[in-house]
């Protein structure tokens, strides 16, 4: 079972919401600063990238932990100095993955698009806002030690920096940076328990019935499990599972398939393995197979809203 530092995971989600408030202010600027040269394409596509940005740290619950697991070293990381340690660079390596405006994206750092290094600009500027460091003199250092582009990627990066430093001089981002206007999260509550108790690595890659196998799928979030079911005979997808941490089950038989007890059969394997002492499934009132299926399958109906129907199978001798 895994342990979860609630305080550290509210830390990183107060971080994330700043640095994106942060850097969607300075692609405004970097974007007027484009207007004014005859690029108001690229300006419109860089406040795209910018509202977006860094939206994977709170998409994706593998990465959004992983950060959390270093946010008390932000402070020392902040250093324009700074070498990442080993761990420091394992824990953000997959975010890098995910975000084509870090030079680590990619195998070589110039293949970085001119749009990817205007995006790379706002965000070390943001974070030069947040921390009050030199951006020009992050850009130098880090470019010895991590980012190795050549002259021409370095010159549009320090030019696009250099115009933000100045467009920016009046403004200290004190409105967006303020304590007092910070939405503060505490993320301790009973779901971070119920996080802890869900191990995601005890689901096996491939189980079997007679008609059916059921292949596990990465997900893009650790905090649930997904499968696709197919068709032992011919290999067909027919449909899929996945299993939330709070029990909650969801599931489809694509509409070519269905009305051959497929759904059944599936879900009584799956659910063979998992360890939850409860397990919810959700159905739309007026499907009446899917109903029947939660009915054979041992579920109660515990809540009716206008439109669906939730069921509940609290499964004895397990205390988990």
Not at 231 to 241: H, K, M, P, Q, V
Not at 274 to 300: C, N, P
Request: net charge negative; charged share 30%.
């Amino acid at each position: 079972m895994r342990t979860i530092d609630t305080e550290k995971l509210s830390k990183e989600m107060n971080d994330a919401l700043i640095h994106r408030a942060c850097v969607m202010r300075s692609g405004q600027y970097l974007a007027r600063y484009l207007i004014h040269r005859n690029r108001s394409v690229d300006a419109i596509r860089l406040i795209g990238r910018c509202s977006v940005h860094d939206i994977s740290k709170i998409q994706n619950t593998e990465e959004f932990m992983s950060l959390a697991s270093i946010v008390d070293d932000i402070d020392t990381m902040q250093n324009i100095s700074h070498v990442l340690s080993k761990e420091q660079t394992e824990a953000i390596r997959l975010h890098w993955s995910r975000n084509s405006h870090h030079p680590e994206y990619y195998d070589n750092s110039n293949d970085m698009s001119d749009l990817d290094l205007l995006e790379m600009a706002c965000d070390c500027h943001a974070r030069s806002k947040q921390f009050k460091t030199d951006l020009l003199d992050y850009i130098n250092i880090q470019q010895e030690l991590r980012f190795h582009f050549d002259s021409e990627h370095l010159s549009k990066l320090k030019i696009y920096c250099k115009a933000l430093v100045e467009l920016t001089k009046d403004d200290d981002y004190a409105d967006v940076l303020a304590g007092d206007k910070m939405l503060g999260f505490d993320l301790k509550d009973s779901t971070m328990k119920k996080l802890e108790q869900f191990d995601e690595e005890g689901y096996d890659n491939c189980l079997k019935t007679e008609r059916l196998y059921l292949k596990k799928q990465d997900t893009p979030d650790f905090a649930s499990i997904g499968y696709t079911i197919n068709l032992r005979d011919d290999n067909a997808e027919i449909g899929y599972i996945s299993l939330k941490f709070n029990g909650f089950i969801e599931y489809k038989i694509y509409r070519n398939y269905q009305g051959q007890g497929y759904a059944v059969e599936a879900l009584a394997k799956f659910m063979e393995i998992v360890s939850l002492a409860e397990l919810f499934v959700v159905v739309k009132k007026d499907v009446i197979e899917a109903r029947e299926v939660a009915t054979e399958l041992g579920f109660q109906p515990i809540q009716v809203s206008e439109n669906t129907i939730t069921y509940r199978l609290k499964r004895k001798g397990n205390n988990n």
